[in-house]
């Protein structure tokens, strides 16, 4: 009976010092792509920020940034106040903006006259959400395309 409860002791210690040893990020919000590079439309980069998100309400303006270990997207939706379906423009008001690295550093922007939108959900004092979907970007050279994109994320 000694013996069990020796076993028990010594599994619950375990268990424990696992669960203390497992690194958690309990501001992480959800924010995710499909990112499709060039005319491949079959093979995306299934795409989200592991490392970091954040919400920005600054007045109008609401950026919403996230990165995984080498690469950042950002959102910024001018005069966004409501719930509602937003255009991406190719300006400094409203713009998609993915960095990939480490290494390169290529800069994707939203093509002008892009067709992508980004749909809010909700937004409040605490919280914005929303879906994203075909929005354009290029670097000159290389196009990407993000689709079937989500994000959930508190306000810092």
């Given at each position: 009976?000694?013996?069990?409860?020796?076993?028990?002791?010594?599994?619950?210690?375990?268990?424990l010092?696992?669960?203390?040893?497992?690194?958690?990020?309990?501001?992480?919000?959800?924010?995710?792509?499909d990112?499709?590079?060039?005319?491949?439309?079959?093979?995306?980069?299934?795409?989200?920020?592991?490392?970091?998100?954040?919400?920005?309400?600054?007045?109008?303006?609401?950026?919403?940034?996230?990165?995984?270990?080498?690469?950042?997207?950002?959102?910024?939706?001018?005069?966004?106040?409501?719930p509602?379906?937003?255009?991406?423009?190719?300006?400094?008001?409203?713009?998609?903006?993915?960095?990939?690295?480490?290494?390169?550093?290529?800069?994707?922007?939203?093509?002008?006259?892009?067709?992508?939108?980004?749909?809010?959900?909700?937004?409040?004092?605490?919280?914005v959400?929303?879906?994203?979907?075909?929005?354009?970007?290029?670097?000159?050279?290389?196009?990407?395309?993000?689709?079937?994109?989500?994000?959930?994320?508190?306000?810092?």
């Amino acid at each position: 009976m000694k013996k069990i409860y020796s076993s028990l002791f010594i599994l619950s210690a375990v268990v424990l010092l696992i669960s203390s040893c497992k690194k958690s990020n309990p501001g992480l919000g959800i924010y995710k792509c499909d990112i499709y590079s060039g005319n491949d439309t079959i093979n995306p980069l299934v795409w989200s920020a592991s490392k970091e998100t954040i919400a920005l309400h600054a007045g109008a303006p609401v950026n919403i940034i996230g990165r995984d270990s080498v690469s950042t997207l950002i959102i910024n939706i001018n005069g966004l106040t409501d719930p509602g379906v937003y255009q991406v423009m190719d300006s400094t008001a409203s713009y998609v903006q993915y960095t990939d690295g480490p290494g390169t550093w290529d800069i994707y922007k939203n093509l002008y006259g892009s067709s992508g939108t980004i749909t809010v959900t909700e937004i409040n004092d605490t919280r914005v959400k929303g879906t994203f979907d075909t929005i354009v970007l290029s670097n000159s050279f290389v196009k990407k395309i993000l689709k079937n994109g989500e994000f959930d994320i508190e306000f810092q």
